[in-house]
């Protein structure tokens, strides 16, 4: 079971279309609950950027405080 290398052996989801649908699902369904969840004090909010070890320990200290 090889994985294919050729560029039009991809995903049918990896098209532009299937970007823009993924996006507005984002946007109608997922976005809202940063809001919803940051209402209710509910919502932690930890930089993603770095290397793996230093983000989990973000994760780590907004959960401990």
Not at 29 to 52: N, V
Request: charged fraction near 30%; include cysteine; aromatic fraction near 8%.
């Amino acid at each position: 079971c090889g994985a294919e290398t050729s560029a039009d052996s991809g995903p049918d989801d990896d098209t532009e279309s299937a970007v823009r649908v993924r996006l507005e699902n984002y946007r109608r369904q997922t976005a809202p609950l940063i809001e919803w969840y940051g209402a209710k004090g509910l919502l932690l909010s930890i930089d993603g950027e770095g290397a793996p070890d230093l983000v989990y320990g973000r994760f780590e200290r907004a959960i401990r405080a």
